[in-house]
């Protein structure tokens, strides 16, 4: 009996740790709070469409994370506040103010669902007058 309770115990553990993190807008939220473009990056998807002041595109995961970095050296992040979170369809979005010593900005961002996770798909600042 003890035998096949350590097997099924084992065979549990193993099923457990091979799945893939689940993100979270959560998440997100966190990585905002910090400004750490390399812990935002995580929750991207292969593609991300970024809006910032002045320039607006479709990057890819890297490029936008270095972009990212450039703008938080730039504005550092002070704190980051939802304003709005919600989900439809199994894609969720966020709007909020991220605050930095150079002034605020209207943040949104959307998730949706790929594969066993949410990842970013947009990502978008708007300054504040």
Do not use: W
Request: hydrophobic residues 40%; charged residues 20%.
């Amino acid at each position: 009996m003890k035998k096949y309770l350590g097997f099924a115990i084992a065979a549990i553990s193993l099923v457990l740790v091979s799945f893939s993190p689940l993100y979270s807008i959560d998440d997100v939220v966190a990585a905002m709070k910090t400004g750490n473009a390399t812990q935002l990056s995580k929750y991207f998807d292969n593609r991300v469409d970024l809006s910032l002041p002045g320039k607006s595109d479709n990057y890819s995961k890297s490029q936008a994370e270095m972009i990212l970095k450039d703008f938080f050296a730039n504005n550092t992040v002070k704190n980051f506040v939802v304003k709005h979170k919600g989900e439809q369809n199994g894609s969720q979005f966020c709007i909020g103010l991220l605050q930095t010593k150079n002034g605020n900005f209207r943040t949104k961002f959307f998730m949706k669902q790929k594969g066993d996770q949410q990842v970013v798909q947009e990502l978008g600042f708007e300054i504040m007058e």
